[in-house]
């Protein structure tokens, strides 16, 4: 359970913000892949979302190679545009114990 009273907590809710935003986007992308979903949830991953990530790691989370490994997979699989492989990596991101902002405790 994550305690609201660690200095850290306000960074992990705002990855938890960041991580719905992907999570919205990849089930809209996986649950209608012929729609013209894929382009938009693209662009909007892996030039909005995962950049956010990227500086919240730098700037709060001491540059975790970590989390640096796991936001890299997930860009490097939104970019390959299979939606299920997105989703796959995204989980790593988002929903358990691993190389992850620790969002999972909320």
């Known amino acids: 359970m994550l305690d609201l009273d660690h200095p850290m907590t306000p960074y992990i809710l705002k990855a938890a913000e960041i991580e719905d935003r992907i999570r919205r986007r ?6 209608a892949p012929a729609s013209g979903q894929a382009a938009s949830a693209t662009a909007e991953i892996t030039g909005q979302l995962i950049p956010l990530l990227r500086a ?14 796991t936001l890299d997979a997930l860009h490097a699989a939104v970019g390959n545009g299979d939606p299920e492989t997105s989703w796959q990596a995204f989980l790593q991101l988002a929903e ?11």
């Open 96 to 106: 358990g114990p691993g190389r992850n902002f620790g969002t999972w405790a909320i």
């Open 26 to 31: 990849l089930l809209a992308w996986r649950d």
């Open 56 to 69: 919240l790691n730098d700037e709060r989370f001491g540059a975790d190679q970590g989390i640096a490994a």
